[in-house]
């Protein structure tokens, strides 16, 4: 059973501070998806990485996919209010959602 | 272009009865997929729908059922509902194969089972 972790599950910082999301796994997948969920809708797509070692850059945000294409983090530098959120990371083999598995999420709140 | 839209957004429903759930997914998409998300669960599979046909299943029982139209629409029914199927249903519309994964996301329809 292909199983996707993320840590940490909960995180309150304040605003400014750095902070790191990871997903974990032992599968490999051909690509990686970063979600957020804002409470009462549903998530929304920030990138997907598919190459080993591959860095995105989304303003503040910054995805990485492992070279080995089992782990992706996301790093968020200087933190706002508005970053609160679920950040739901999803890994995939093919294009068919049933081979896309979540992992159970990073719920982030920042304080201002 | 416009989102993919979930309807109704809100319902309440006694153990027992059944409800339908409505999904216009994107213009252009063909493909359709179902999640239930529950604070304890999280997001999980329901199935999924391409040019009407049910090409996958996740692991819920027989009373989950979906449908797939001509225009790419679809619908989820749960029947016999029980207390535990209270849970926010998510539809996400997709291109075909070779789309990378991504997956689009409706506001969801919240279902609270009294």
């Known amino acids: 059973t292909q199983l996707l972790e993320q840590s940490p599950q909960f995180l309150s910082i304040q605003e400014g501070e750095n902070l790191t999301v990871y997903c974990n796994s032992s599968s490999v997948f051909s690509s990686l998806q970063w979600y957020r969920q804002e409470p009462g809708e549903g998530p929304v797509l920030l990138v997907t990485?598919?190459?080993?070692?591959e860095v995105k850059k989304l303003k503040r945000l910054t995805f990485q996919f492992g070279d080995a294409r089992k782990d992706s983090s996301l790093h968020i530098t200087a933190a706002q209010p508005g970053d609160t959120g679920l950040y739901l990371c999803?890994?995939?083999?093919?294009?068919?959602?049933?081979?896309?598995?979540f992992g159970s999420g990073t719920r982030l709140s920042i304080r201002p | 272009k416009a989102g993919v839209t979930q309807t109704p957004r809100y319902l309440i429903k006694t153990r027992g009865q059944q409800v339908t759930l409505s999904c216009s997914p994107i213009s252009g998409h063909r493909s359709v997929s179902w999640y239930q998300q529950t604070p304890g669960q999280g997001l999980q599979f329901l199935f999924e729908y391409f040019s009407e046909t049910q090409r996958n299943k996740g692991n819920f029982p027989g009373r989950f059922s979906g449908r797939q139209f001509s225009n790419s629409r679809s619908e989820m029914n749960v029947s016999t509902l029980e207390l535990g199927d209270s849970a926010l249903y998510l539809c996400a519309s997709s291109l075909p194969a070779g789309d990378g994964g991504e997956l689009f996301f409706g506001e969801g329809s919240r279902l609270t089972v009294l």
């Open positions: 990485v598919v190459t080993g070692g």
């Open positions: 999803a890994g995939g083999r093919y294009s068919s959602a049933s081979k896309i598995i």
